[in-house]
């Protein structure tokens, strides 16, 4: 009996489905188009000898609407080989697509509740969007979606479909892969991110380059998955999510963006810079030195206090691209005086989107600092996990390699 599985596409925008105009500006196409692109560079791949166009057209699409995906990637899945393996998907839109730079927390809140209503009837999901902020929204989507059974994968491109030396086919068709072939796979239920031969954990990930095809890393843990001509799955080497039954119930409103700032430390940094930054913020994300650092002036310990006695949560990242912010030096009294959480190795988009998530939740400000303290679902080191070296405990597929420490 043949195995189907379906994969929900949602199309945010982003250069992934751009052309150019007669000003050679890049401007979004409609989802028509993009979805009729995608079925004829299908079609090139299903046509048998003699078929005509319209033929093969009507074969790969069910009544229903719903398109097969490329029939050979079931020889990338072991599980597939010997058995009639189907992966159907349906590519839906928001309507206009949104530039990823005008990308908000009320846009993550849409594309998490078009996840949810369609959770029961899909296998996996994929979100195409546009990489200037991507980390950003893989990241809120990890704490928005919270525990799920399916995986979610936010993938785009830095060359559009329709340019010949597109990176996003290869991307769009990877992330399908994963999303339908691979749905089963447990270590693969969570929000991830597909660039360039690499599945990624969503929250773990910086954009670190804007000229290559490859953008993203995950600075301080290994990739999930490689997608080279063999794929391989980096099970023993995955974070392990942390789920918190008592947030289930929790919910995300739109009600009130909370004012959620950051504070970046450089030399020369004044009082009134800080200060214009921390008076009527709900959360700051304080960008230090190295480990954690910061400057031991006693006006930067008065203000920071003064933050914190006014309900400003505070959460401090190391603004280097790899590290662990740890309390080794005398300067971080200053934080430790003024309740400032330790961010560990959280990434600067992990940070921020966990910040406005909790802050937009139904959460009390006691339990909101103890969730920020925390890692829920993967995103740091924090406890249980072990900030000073390699935390490797037993599982129920033998040791796991919680960091690259």
Same mark, same amino acid.
């Given at each position: 009996?043949?195995?189907?599985?379906?994969?929900?596409?949602?199309?945010?925008?982003?250069?992934?489905?751009?052309?150019?105009?007669?000003?050679?500006?890049?401007?979004?196409?409609?989802?028509?188009?993009?979805?009729?692109?995608?079925?004829?560079?299908?079609?090139?791949?299903?046509?048998?000898?003699?078929?005509?166009?319209?033929?093969?057209?009507?074969?790969?699409?069910?009544?229903?609407?719903?398109?097969?995906?490329?029939?050979?990637?079931?020889?990338?899945? /072991?599980? +597939?080989?010997?058995?009639?393996?189907?992966? &159907?998907? %349906?590519?839906?839109?928001?309507? @206009?697509?949104?530039? =990823? *730079?005008?990308?908000?927390?009320?846009?993550?809140?849409?594309?998490?509740?078009?996840?949810?209503?369609?959770?029961?009837?899909?296998?996996?999901?994929?979100?195409?969007?546009?990489?200037?902020?991507?980390?950003?929204?893989?990241?809120?989507?990890?704490?928005?979606?919270?525990?799920?059974?399916?995986?979610?994968?936010?993938?785009?491109?830095?060359?559009?479909?329709?340019?010949?030396?597109?990176?996003?086919?290869?991307?769009?068709?990877?992330?399908?892969?994963?999303?339908?072939?691979?749905?089963?796979?447990?270590?693969?239920?969570?929000?991830?991110?597909?660039?360039?031969?690499?599945?990624?954990?969503?929250?773990?990930?910086?954009?670190?380059?804007?000229?290559?095809?490859?953008?993203?890393?995950?600075?301080?843990?290994? /990739?999930? +998955?490689?997608?080279?001509?063999?794929?391989? &799955?980096? %099970?023993?080497?995955?974070?392990? @999510?942390?789920?918190? =039954? *008592?947030?289930?119930?929790?919910?995300?409103?739109?009600?009130?963006?909370?004012?959620?700032?950051?504070?970046?430390?450089?030399?020369?940094?004044?009082?009134?810079?800080?200060?214009?930054?921390?008076?009527?913020?709900?959360?700051?994300?304080?960008?230090?030195?190295?480990?954690?650092?910061?400057?031991?002036?006693?006006?930067?310990?008065?203000?920071?206090?003064?933050?914190?006695?006014?309900?400003?949560?505070?959460?401090?990242?190391?603004?280097?691209?790899?590290?662990?912010?740890?309390?080794?030096?005398?300067?971080?009294?200053?934080?430790?005086?003024?309740?400032?959480?330790?961010?560990?190795?959280?990434?600067?988009?992990?940070?921020?989107?966990?910040?406005?998530?909790?802050?937009?939740?139904?959460?009390?400000?006691?339990?909101?600092?103890?969730?920020?303290?925390?890692?829920?679902?993967?995103?740091?080191?924090?406890?249980?996990?072990?900030?000073?070296?390699? *935390?490797?405990?037993?599982?129920?597929?033998?040791?796991?390699?919680?960091?690259?420490?």
């Amino acid at each position: 009996m043949a195995v189907e599985r379906k994969v929900y596409v949602l199309y945010t925008g982003g250069t992934f489905g751009m052309k150019k105009d007669d000003d050679g500006k890049l401007v979004p196409q409609s989802l028509d188009v993009i979805k009729d692109f995608i079925i004829r560079h299908t079609i090139l791949y299903e046509r048998k000898p003699g078929e005509s166009e319209e033929a093969v057209r009507k074969r790969i699409i069910n009544p229903d609407g719903l398109i097969t995906l490329y029939h050979q990637l079931a020889d990338d899945d /072991p599980k +597939a080989k010997g058995n009639q393996y189907k992966v &159907l998907y %349906e590519m839906d839109g928001l309507k @206009p697509p949104i530039d =990823s *730079s005008n990308v908000t927390p009320e846009d993550w809140g849409i594309m998490a509740k078009r996840i949810k209503e369609h959770m029961e009837k899909y296998d996996g999901f994929v979100i195409i969007h546009g990489t200037d902020t991507m980390a950003f929204t893989s990241s809120a989507l990890s704490f928005i979606l919270g525990e799920i059974n399916k995986p979610v994968i936010v993938t785009g491109a830095q060359m559009p479909i329709f340019h010949p030396r597109t990176d996003g086919l290869d991307n769009f068709i990877g992330s399908m892969l994963m999303a339908g072939y691979f749905c089963d796979r447990p270590m693969l239920h969570q929000v991830m991110l597909y660039d360039l031969n690499k599945l990624y954990q969503g929250n773990r990930v910086v954009k670190f380059d804007c000229d290559s095809f490859s953008v993203f890393d995950s600075p301080d843990v290994f /990739p999930l +998955a490689s997608l080279e001509t063999t794929i391989k &799955l980096f %099970e023993h080497k995955m974070v392990e @999510p942390i789920f918190h =039954s *008592s947030l289930k119930s929790k919910t995300f409103t739109l009600e009130r963006r909370p004012e959620v700032r950051i504070l970046r430390f450089f030399p020369g940094i004044t009082e009134n810079y800080v200060r214009g930054i921390l008076d009527g913020a709900d959360g700051v994300i304080l960008e230090t030195y190295g480990c954690g650092n910061v400057p031991n002036f006693k006006w930067l310990g008065d203000r920071l206090i003064e933050a914190y006695e006014s309900g400003v949560l505070m959460l401090n990242c190391t603004q280097v691209y790899r590290g662990t912010v740890l309390p080794i030096y005398a300067a971080s009294e200053i934080l430790t005086k003024a309740h400032v959480i330790s961010g560990y190795d959280i990434t600067p988009e992990a940070a921020m989107t966990k910040m406005i998530w909790v802050l937009m939740s139904t959460f009390d400000q006691e339990t909101r600092r103890e969730i920020m303290e925390c890692s829920l679902y993967g995103e740091s080191c924090a406890p249980p996990y072990c900030p000073l070296q390699p *935390s490797v405990e037993p599982g129920p597929k033998g040791e796991r390699e919680q960091t690259r420490k």
